[in-house]
């Protein structure tokens, strides 16, 4: 099973529309986040978690909102879909050393494909 | 400026060459440096990082770091079609706690 498991892999949707993307991990990670790709765009930020009660705005906010339930889940909702909100997402998580400081390297999910028409 | 920008694709090198990836950073406060390699489809997968400036050997993959020149580089020896991907630089902010990615660079191995 995956460690980073995202669901739905794909999504329609029309305008206008509330979306929820979720994301739950089994790797025990305390930090999460959801990025947004768009063809030749590489990854952008949207927003992420240090743990349960930290959650950041990331470069591209505006338009989501996101959720951690609990260490293990981390869904993004879109409140009302737009058509250039189609994108490749991606859930993410990583394993912050803080006695170390040394690195953050991020473990991805498979992706949600959103459509947005 | 972007903060992270990576030489512009696509790249084709022909199997058993040397591909060369290059990226440069703005944020002289950056610590760490990473690749992640994504296939078609698929989600990016980490393959190298690297800390410290100078040369770091994993295999077929060596990445290159000099800070004072605010650049990092992925060589991919013996190139591969398998190698064939696009090849993302991420630059971690420890102020921030976050990663920058750049755009990516496309890697074709033409056997």
């Known amino acids: 099973d995956a460690d980073v498991t995202q669901t739905p892999r794909n999504r329609i949707t029309k305008t206008g529309k509330r979306i929820m993307l979720e994301c739950s991990q089994t790797?025990?990670?305390?930090?999460m986040y959801w990025y947004r790709q768009d063809p030749g765009l590489g990854l952008r930020l949207i927003y992420y978690s240090f743990d349960v009660k930290d959650i950041n705005k990331g470069e591209i906010s505006d338009g989501y909102s996101v959720s951690r339930q609990a260490q293990a889940k981390f869904s993004l909702s879109l409140e009302s879909a737009i058509p250039n909100q189609t994108a490749l997402y991606f859930c993410?998580?990583?394993?912050?050393?803080?006695?170390?400081?040394?690195?953050?390297?991020?473990?991805f999910g498979s992706g949600t494909q959103l459509s947005v028409l | 400026q972007k903060e992270v920008e990576q030489n512009s694709g696509p790249l084709s090198v022909p199997e058993g060459a040397i591909a060369s990836l290059n990226c440069t950073y703005s944020d002289r406060g950056s610590q760490s440096f990473f690749w992640y390699r994504q296939y078609s489809g698929k989600s990016p997968e980490l393959i190298m990082f690297?800390?410290?400036?100078g040369d770091k050997e994993d295999g077929r993959f060596t990445a290159q770091l000099n800070k004072a020149s605010q650049y990092v580089s992925l060589l991919i020896r013996d190139s591969q079609p398998s190698d064939s991907a696009t090849y993302l630089c991420a630059v971690w902010d420890p102020n921030a706690g976050k990663s920058t990615f750049g755009d990516g660079t496309t890697l074709t191995v033409k056997p």
């Open positions: 993410a998580t990583s394993d912050f050393h803080r006695d170390t400081r040394t690195n953050e390297k991020l473990f």
């Open positions: 690297i800390y410290s400036n």
């Open positions: 790797k025990g990670h305390d930090r």
